[in-house]
């Protein structure tokens, strides 16, 4: 089987279990200071299972699962050799128990069991794991996990839901309080850690514990049935080069979760009785459908839920959203989930961050800014609670949208632009200035979002003619910045300085590597001094 291979037929690697210690070892990480050659693997696991119940008396146990599971199958034994099934028959992750008891019971089940294999293995020909206290328990072990998290994203996603014929209910539950067990979602589909946290609460196991009873456990059923089945070891899921081998879908159908093509973002407030409106915000049209291609899943945006955001961000902010007020989820520059913390965060690519990284970001947005998205108010024969009407709205102001990045005509635009104000020991530089534009045009012709916040004539240009209006002819950067800087605004370099800045910080932001922005003589000709 090559490496990268993510399904794995029946037989031996049935025994090749992910789970043993997972849930009660935290993952390795190099000591401080190692003894010995450095070991590694996505295996890697550390037993400090006590730790929950106190300070450990020795150091944690260093456990290769993927050894102790080749082991087992030479002796012909699978998993049940160190793991018990519960009474749905699921093998627990947990090692030879289906729950921690007390400290010394939990402590004489890895003592004992784990000894016992080690002696009844141990033979002349045969290499067997340590028998005493310090040959598991190492001080400072050599050792370091290349453990990665999977990203379950729309082309695995899909993957699952066609091989299960879209039995959204095969993966998908929650829990029937009434009845006191899991029951389908159906239509209330969410991703596993809406519910599943990083630690267990109350009867909702954790989410490292619940992926992998649901996941192996599938998994293993397949393989029994000599089906198609995922991986079902450390390494298959969590190893970086086996990662890189996984099958991504090409093309891959939109989700099916009832979800609309377009919606209103409203703050709740737009209409008030006897048809007074709200001086609240204008609401946003929002292309649902659109986003879903930006993103490898839902959660990028509905972090907790799949409801709309105003279902736990109100105006006044509620307990479901943490108190954090629906104007705050929408603006916060910090928060990915927020739109413009997503738009901010797509500055950064190479073809934005040329201008983005030295554009200010005012502490109040100005009209022109909010105006954007606000476009409109809604009209006063539309109901706010009408969903029809207000997607009809929604629809109507996207179709009006602008979408292509504009500049002035060719002939406004100068094709070079020489710079010799403070030619001294160097002769004027010329700025292939059309050259330059275009190829920022070039960069942003693709992108919906560079192309309607870039649609007004001058927009681009402010990337380098920046604190200014946008114009045909914008000011000169002497008409702000000094040929010295002598009684200058401590936050505004000189001419000198300005210059360097805005070139070399834009090439090195673009990863621009010709002219080399750090060879003076790739821009400027010295001059001859005879």
């Known amino acids: 089987m090559r490496k990268g291979t ?30 010995g050659p450095l070991e590694s693997g996505a295996d890697l696991i550390m037993i400090d299972t006590m730790k929950a119940m106190g300070p450990l008396e020795r150091p944690p ?6 050894r102790h599971t080749e082991a087992l199958a030479r002796i012909n034994r699978d ?4 793991h018990m099934a519960d009474e749905k028959g699921r093998l627990s992750p947990k090692y030879k128990r289906l729950v921690d008891a007390d400290r010394q019971t939990v402590a004489d089940t890895y003592h004992i069991n784990c000894i016992a294999c080690h002696r009844e293995l141990a033979a002349p020909d045969q290499k067997s794991g340590p028998q005493t206290c310090g040959g598991c328990h190492r001080e400072n072990p050599a050792v370091a996990s290349t453990w990665k998290d999977i990203a379950f994203d729309k082309s695995l996603h ?6 299960n014929a879209e039995k959204c209910e095969s993966c998908h539950h929650k829990y029937d309080k009434q009845a006191k067990q899991l029951v389908s979602a159906k239509g209330e ?4 850690v809406y519910c599943h946290k990083d630690t267990a609460q109350e009867n909702t196991p954790a989410r490292k514990e619940a992926s992998h009873f649901q996941c192996i456990g599938c998994h293993r059923d397949n393989m029994a049935k000599n089906k198609k089945a995922g991986p079902v070891s450390c390494v298959g899921c969590h190893d970086a080069d086996y990662q890189m081998g996984i ?32 001086t609240a915000m204008y609401p946003v049209p929002f292309d649902h459908r659109s986003h879903e291609a930006y993103s490898d899943s839902c959660k990028a945006c509905h972090h907790a839920s799949l409801q709309s955001c105003a279902s736990c961000h109100t105006n006044a902010g509620k307990q479901e959203g943490k108190y954090v007020k629906l104007t705050q989820a929408m603006h916060s520059v910090t928060d990915q989930a927020s739109c413009i913390g997503c738009h901010q965060e797509k500055q950064k690519a190479p073809e934005c961050a040329g201008c983005h990284a030295f554009i200010a970001k005012p502490a109040n947005r100005q009209d022109a800014s909010c105006i954007a998205c606000h476009m409109a108010p809604l009209p006063v024969y539309v109901n706010p609670a009408n969903t029809q009407e207000t997607m009809d709205v929604a629809t109507d102001l996207l179709r009006a949208r602008d979408l292509e990045t504009k500049t002035f005509a060719a002939d406004q635009i100068p094709e070079k632009v020489t710079i010799g104000k403070l030619s001294d020991r160097f002769e004027p530089a010329t700025l292939p200035h059309g050259k330059i534009v275009k190829a920022l045009i070039d960069k942003t ?3 919906n979002l560079a192309g309607y916040f870039h649609s007004e004539k001058g927009t681009l240009c402010q990337g380098c003619h920046h604190h200014s209006p946008p114009a045909e002819k914008p000011p000169a950067c002497s008409s702000c910045h000094g040929e010295t800087i002598e009684g200058a605004d401590a936050f505004r370099p000189g001419l000198v300085g300005a210059y360097h800045q805005q070139c070399i910080g834009c090439h090195t932001n673009m990863g621009i590597e010709k002219p080399d922005p750090r060879d003076c003589n790739a821009c400027h000709v010295e001059k001859n001094k005879g």
């Open 79 to 82: 998993c049940s050799a160190c």
């Open 158 to 163: 899909y993957r699952h839901v066609k091989a």
């Open 247 to 278: 099958e991504v879908v090409p093309e891959i159908p939109r989700l099916k979760r009832n979800q609309p093509d377009v919606v209103l973002v409203k703050s709740g407030e737009e209409a008030l009785p006897d048809g007074q409106r709200s």
């Open 189 to 192: 589909e969410g991703a596993c």
């Open 6 to 35: 993510v399904h794995l037929k029946a037989g031996g690697m049935l025994l090749v279990m992910a789970m043993v210690f997972l849930f009660a070892a935290g993952t390795a990480k190099v000591g401080s200071s190692v003894n």
């Open 61 to 66: 146990v260093v456990f290769f699962h993927s």
């Open 445 to 447: 012709r693709d992108s």
